[in-house]
């Protein structure tokens, strides 16, 4: 069979308002016994991960391998589908080295492949990207972001690392380690279940290490979520959950998972951008978003410090903070966790957000398109009452925290640095 002439660059180092919110433009059906997001690992819950060290056993790829393709030879050509996405069967080659193993997620970008690795011996993941333009440009872009982090990034250890990259019939191909599920996945397979606090430290601890190091770099995430969280290993243990203990021992949601190790990564560097002035263009997944996204003000860095904020709250409760779809319902909900917006923030909105704002304050509840949607921001309790029904101890410093990750205007907001020095984060080496 002629071998198929492929470009290869390795590298030189290495939104409505229940709970249970719709499932993202990446998630899977779930006849699919597969994981979502970026770069996650096999289904959650399989407490046996594939080994760095081995290949899959003939049983498992034996069946996996399509009639009439040699073991490396390349798969027949197929046409695209309408959008712009790859075709492939299972067992299938990309290019000699890989060998796809199972689809882990899809998304507007692409694919997300689970794939094994010939040259290195593991398993990996590969973003296969849809061979449109837009998005071949954003890829490019987003494989320069990986290089500079991983270059930077000594030991590995804050951001999903990039093993090399390569173009695949108009598809960029973007191969990253295989890591565990995201935090999103995790609260979702344990009925959103919130985490102890003690866990919400270390994953806030190591969220506000990723983004410092990012701005550091001059990088601002602009789409930091549950989503693109990814714990490291997928293994986790089941202790009993005694806030509902009245029901059955026999019931599984008697128990809840609880994550062996805390250790997470963040990933999907395709909305990062470096700082520049005039930045007014919408960023963030709608549940995470900036106040100063949503009026037109012109974000940076701080857009980022307040996704953190408003991600510790939801592992915390199992719920996000501001589950909503609309602006005005947005910002309606964020007076009533916070308190009223800044006047000198109202006067400054941009054309686009004006029908927010009248006579100096925010249009609400006058503005309200249902009243089922005035409901919805009346439930929502004080960020200090939110934080008190679900954590134990720890409280007043985790609130005193988010207090100064949420504050409104993004001048006054605080950094990353300074949210590390926070005593939420030291009092357990104050104790030692």
Same mark, same amino acid.
């Given at each position: 069979m002629?071998m198929?002439?492929?470009t290869?660059?390795? $590298?030189?180092?290495?939104? !409505?308002?229940?709970r249970?919110?719709?499932? %993202?433009?990446? /998630?899977?059906?779930?006849?699919q016994?597969a994981q979502? =997001?970026m770069?996650?690992?096999?289904?959650f819950g399989?407490?046996a991960?594939f080994? @760095?060290?081995?290949?899959p056993?003939?049983?498992?790829?034996?069946?996996? &391998?399509v009639?009439g393709v040699? !073991?490396?030879g390349?798969?027949?050509?197929?046409?695209d589908?309408?959008?712009?996405?790859?075709m492939?069967a299972?067992g299938?080659? %990309?290019?000699? !080295?890989?060998?796809?193993?199972?689809k882990? =997620?899809? =998304?507007?970008?692409?694919?997300? %492949?689970?794939?094994?690795?010939?040259? !290195?011996k593991?398993?990996?993941?590969?973003?296969v990207v849809r061979?449109?333009?837009?998005?071949?440009e954003?890829?490019?872009i987003e494989?320069?972001?990986?290089?500079?982090l991983?270059?930077n990034?000594?030991?590995g250890n804050?951001c999903?690392?990039?093993r090399?990259?390569?173009d695949?019939?108009?598809?960029?191909c973007?191969?990253?380690?295989?890591l565990g599920?995201?935090?999103?996945?995790?609260?979702?397979?344990?009925?959103y279940?919130? &985490?102890?606090?003690?866990l919400?430290r270390?994953?806030?601890?190591?969220l506000?290490?990723?983004?410092a190091?990012?701005?550091?770099?001059? $990088?601002?995430?602009t /789409?930091?979520?549950?989503e693109?969280?990814l714990?490291?290993?997928s293994d986790?243990?089941k202790?009993?959950?005694?806030?509902?203990s009245s029901?059955? @021992?026999?019931d599984?949601s008697?128990?809840?998972?609880l994550p062996?190790?805390s250790?997470?990564k963040v990933?999907?560097f395709?909305s990062?951008?470096r700082?520049?002035?005039?930045q007014n263009y919408?960023?963030?997944t709608?549940?995470?978003r900036?106040?100063?996204v949503?009026?037109g003000?012109?974000?940076?860095?701080?857009c980022?410090i307040?996704s953190v904020?408003?991600?510790m709250?939801?592992?915390?409760?199992g719920e996000?903070l501001?589950?909503?779809?609309?602006?005005?319902e947005?910002?309606?909900? +964020?007076?009533r966790?916070?308190g009223?917006l800044p006047p000198?923030?109202?006067?400054?909105?941009?054309?686009?957000?004006e029908?927010?704002?009248?006579?100096?304050r925010?249009?609400?509840?006058?503005?309200?398109?249902s009243?089922?949607?005035i409901?919805a921001?009346?439930k929502?309790?004080r960020?200090?009452?939110?934080v +008190?029904q679900?954590?134990?101890?720890s409280a007043?410093d985790?609130?005193?925290l988010?207090? =100064?990750l949420?504050r409104y205007?993004p001048?006054?907001r605080?950094?990353?640095r300074e949210a590390?020095?926070?005593?939420?984060?030291?009092?357990?080496?104050l104790?030692?």
């Amino acid at each position: 069979m002629e071998m198929e002439r492929v470009t290869e660059f390795p $590298l030189t180092h290495l939104d !409505r308002r229940p709970r249970k919110r719709p499932r %993202l433009g990446w /998630d899977v059906p779930q006849a699919q016994k597969a994981q979502v =997001g970026m770069f996650c690992g096999q289904e959650f819950g399989n407490m046996a991960s594939f080994s @760095s060290s081995r290949a899959p056993s003939d049983r498992t790829t034996s069946s996996l &391998f399509v009639k009439g393709v040699a !073991r490396n030879g390349s798969p027949p050509w197929r046409e695209d589908d309408k959008d712009g996405h790859y075709m492939f069967a299972l067992g299938e080659n %990309l290019t000699s !080295r890989y060998r796809i193993h199972s689809k882990m =997620g899809e =998304g507007t970008f692409g694919q997300v %492949l689970e794939c094994w690795d010939r040259e !290195r011996k593991e398993m990996v993941a590969i973003k296969v990207v849809r061979g449109v333009k837009k998005y071949r440009e954003a890829a490019m872009i987003e494989i320069d972001v990986l290089q500079q982090l991983g270059k930077n990034d000594i030991g590995g250890n804050r951001c999903v690392q990039i093993r090399n990259w390569f173009d695949y019939r108009n598809h960029i191909c973007i191969v990253c380690e295989k890591l565990g599920p995201s935090l999103y996945d995790f609260l979702r397979k344990n009925n959103y279940r919130s &985490f102890p606090i003690d866990l919400v430290r270390e994953i806030g601890r190591q969220l506000l290490e990723c983004v410092a190091f990012m701005h550091d770099l001059r $990088l601002i995430h602009t /789409d930091l979520k549950p989503e693109n969280i990814l714990l490291v290993s997928s293994d986790f243990i089941k202790v009993p959950d005694y806030k509902i203990s009245s029901r059955s @021992s026999v019931d599984s949601s008697y128990f809840r998972r609880l994550p062996k190790s805390s250790a997470i990564k963040v990933i999907d560097f395709g909305s990062t951008t470096r700082e520049r002035q005039d930045q007014n263009y919408i960023v963030s997944t709608r549940h995470y978003r900036a106040p100063e996204v949503i009026l037109g003000l012109g974000w940076s860095y701080p857009c980022d410090i307040w996704s953190v904020g408003c991600i510790m709250v939801e592992l915390c409760t199992g719920e996000a903070l501001f589950q909503t779809h609309e602006n005005l319902e947005h910002l309606a909900m +964020m007076e009533r966790v916070l308190g009223p917006l800044p006047p000198q923030m109202l006067k400054k909105v941009d054309r686009h957000a004006e029908k927010y704002v009248r006579r100096g304050r925010l249009d609400w509840p006058d503005g309200a398109t249902s009243r089922e949607s005035i409901k919805a921001v009346t439930k929502l309790p004080r960020l200090q009452n939110i934080v +008190m029904q679900h954590v134990d101890h720890s409280a007043g410093d985790l609130i005193h925290l988010l207090q =100064g990750l949420l504050r409104y205007d993004p001048m006054d907001r605080i950094t990353a640095r300074e949210a590390l020095r926070h005593p939420f984060f030291n009092r357990d080496q104050l104790r030692r």
